[in-house]
C-alpha cells in the first residue's frame, strides 16, 4: 500500500509564490506518474501538472509558464512550485502516485491553497 502525504499549502496573496511537497512511502516505486489535481469549491477535480519517472512533463492550460512540477525519485518525492499565483488558484490540491496498473492508483488527503488580499 501507498500512503501519500502532502505539505506546502497555505494563504498567499495574488502574485505570490508556494512550493507543494508530496512524499510517497510503502510499496512506492519509482515507476510511476505522480502528479497534482486540485479542487475548487463546487468544481470538479482537475488535473493541474503530472511528471512521470523519466521526467517528461504534462500541464494544463491555466497553470503553463507559472507552475513547474518537478520530482526526487530517491525521495520517492514530487514538488509543485507555484509561482504568479491568482484568485483562481484557490482550491485544495491532492497529490497523486499512478502505477499504470489495476488497483494502484493512489491519492492523497490534500493541501488547501488560498489566494487572497
Known amino acids: 500500500q501507498v500512503q501519500l502525504v502532502e505539505s506546502g499549502g497555505g494563504l498567499v496573496q495574488p502574485g505570490g509564490s508556494l512550493r507543494l511537497s508530496c512524499a510517497a512511502s510503502g510499496s512506492a516505486s519509482s515507476i510511476n506518474v505522480m502528479g497534482w489535481y486540485r479542487q475548487a469549491p463546487g468544481k470538479q477535480r482537475e488535473l493541474v501538472a503530472q511528471?512521470?519517472?523519466?521526467?517528461?512533463?504534462n500541464y494544463a492550460d491555466s497553470v503553463k509558464g507559472r507552475f513547474t512540477i518537478s520530482r526526487d525519485n530517491l525521495k520517492n518525492t514530487v514538488y509543485l512550485q507555484m509561482n504568479s499565483l491568482k484568485f483562481e488558484d484557490t482550491a485544495v490540491y491532492y497529490c497523486n502516485l499512478d502505477r499504470g496498473l489495476p488497483g494502484m492508483n493512489y491519492w492523497g488527503k490534500g493541501t488547501l491553497v488560498t489566494v487572497s488580499s
Open positions: 511528471i512521470i519517472y523519466g521526467g517528461v512533463t
